[in-house]
């Protein structure tokens, strides 16, 4: 029999889990894999869509969608909304499911390393915002026949910003379309009224209304006057809320001088519509490009994106800018990000790029600084070179 004194055991409180992100189940894949084909005979003769174009068409990023495709690891129930809406569908709790996670799981998805390339995903945990800039264009696009136009040397993160204004848009319920000129086929950009007839054609798909060409395209009028009734006539006058219209990477314009000038007479025209009739106002436009010294070379105010609109020009990261990002990374809290941002001048591409390659031990921030960027070796090499190309 013993005697001795009771104790009182204290149990461990169970362990928080992390949530893990969402997955399609066989039905949701299925209804996505549907409307995808759909969209494919209907808008690109039946040719199936590259990632690069579904990650233009749903503003997720390309290692995203693959997540999404491939049903093994769990994704941001936001993001399936997305891509659901990306195809006109509603996503349903049938969709999707949570799988379980198992014990020994603790990655940190905020530390995972994350390649740059391409536009920075919406749900990107490496965003970094660029002084309030965003601010700025959020509460421009709410202004009726606001222009928005940024312009930036390439990989400074033009279509990364421009994706985050449609996604605001789309949050106050606005019509939201976006038009790459780098993913259109340059045989729409021979002739200009062929490319206006095409455009109107598109906005009028993209918005489930009604297609009235030819019947209502006068030859005689031209095409940009018949574009401007088209779009009063069949398009604005048929909705109810405000259209958001995106062109981007409009530096591929250089190579057809003659439509290059025309398109922004046509801005400038739409631009002005809007200061002055209702319903125009409920047209607001976002365009992005570079180099602007090739765009401009026009004596003509009207044939050039000069004076457009709210200018939105991307600086390089700030020192602290370069701090949060590696903050973001995991990287170590004694990492010396002052050394690297004045190595890279504060380029926000090639900063990224480096923190991402130290995250993964790649290589080490002395090795980057001892290393000349202009070496074959360097891990900045793919990227100059493109860039003299």
């Known amino acids: 029999m013993s005697s001795g004194q009771g104790k009182t055991i204290m149990e461990k409180p169970e362990k928080q889990r992390r949530r893990r992100g969402v997955v399609l189940t066989p039905t949701g894949l299925e209804k996505l894999l549907t409307a995808k084909q759909e969209a494919e005979y209907r808008d690109n003769r039946g040719h199936r869509f590259t990632l690069e174009v579904l990650s233009e068409k749903t503003l997720l990023g390309v290692d995203t969608l693959m997540k999404v495709f491939a049903c093994e690891s769990g994704v941001d129930k936001q993001t399936l909304k997305h891509c659901f809406q990306a195809f006109n569908l509603t996503l349903e709790n049938s969709d999707y499911y949570r799988p379980s996670l198992p014990e020994t799981d603790t990655i940190n ?120 009734i088209y779009l009063e006539k069949h398009i604005l006058s048929h909705l109810d ?13 250089l190579s057809y001088p003659q439509l290059r000038e025309e398109f922004f007479s046509i ?83 090639l900063i990224r790029l480096a923190c991402y390659h130290i995250a993964r031990g790649n290589c080490t921030l002395e090795t980057i600084l001892a290393t000349s960027i202009e070496e074959e070796s360097n891990i900045f090499a793919d990227h100059l070179k493109r860039h003299r190309n």
């Open 267 to 349: 801005l400038h025209l739409w631009h002005e519509e809007g200061k002055n009739k209702p319903l125009w106002q409920k047209l607001r436009l976002i365009v992005a490009y570079s180099p602007a010294h090739e765009l401009g070379k026009t004596s003509d105010t009207y044939q050039s994106p000069f004076g457009l609109g709210l200018p939105i020009e991307l600086p390089n990261f700030t020192s602290a800018q370069v701090r949060e990002l590696s903050q973001r990374q995991g990287l170590d809290q004694n990492f010396d990000y002052e050394k690297l941002w004045i190595f890279l001048g504060g380029n926000p591409y």
């Open 109 to 228: 998805p905020q530390l995972l390393p994350e390649l740059p390339e391409g536009q920075v995903p919406l749900d990107s945990p490496f965003y970094i915002n660029r002084n309030n800039l965003e601010q700025t264009c959020y509460q421009e696009i709410l202004r009726g026949g606001s222009l928005i136009r940024i312009n930036a040397a390439r990989k400074m993160g033009k279509t990364s910003l421009m994706t985050r204004i449609i996604n605001y848009a789309q949050q106050q319920q606005y019509h939201t379309l976006y038009f790459s000129f780098r993913l259109a086929e340059s045989s729409i950009f021979q002739d200009l009224n062929h490319w206006l007839r095409w455009l109107c054609v598109s906005i009028s798909r993209q918005l489930d209304l009604d297609n009235h060409l030819p019947q209502n395209w006068d030859e005689f009028l031209g095409g940009k006057i018949n574009c401007k």
């Open 241 to 253: 809320r405000p259209l958001v219209i995106a062109f981007d990477d409009l530096e591929y314009l």
